[in-house]
């Protein structure tokens, strides 16, 4: 084997780990901020009776990231991250909100 080959090789190995590890974690991190925009929400909504927009008022910073929206029928929150990283929570009764 050539050993531009092997350089070559080992270089994009490197690059394309230095480039996954943040991408990992950056979709790990919208996974949850999705869930727990869903799950708070939802108790807001449904539990306290209050409006999402008002609920949403007390997020964390970076949380508007997080797109949510009520289906007032099913008693869900759906919330999501660019339209990629998707959650759900469901109000059921006495047991509260749950993820779907």
Do not use: H
């Not at 449904?46 to 927009?53: M, T, V």
């Not at 999501?80 to 749950?98: D, K, M, N, T």
């Amino acid at each position: 084997m050539n050993i531009k080959y092997l350089v070559s090789a080992v270089v994009l190995a490197v690059l394309i780990g230095l480039v996954l590890g943040p991408v990992r974690r950056i979709a790990g991190d919208a996974e949850v901020g999705a869930r727990a925009v869903a799950k708070t929400a939802c108790s807001c909504v449904f539990i306290a009776e209050r409006s999402l927009e008002d609920c949403r008022k007390d997020d964390p910073p970076g949380f508007e990231l997080v797109r949510a929206s009520v289906d007032e029928q099913e008693k869900r929150i759906s919330a999501s991250v660019f339209w990629l990283i998707r959650a759900e929570a469901r109000y059921r009764g006495a047991e509260g909100c749950l993820p779907d």
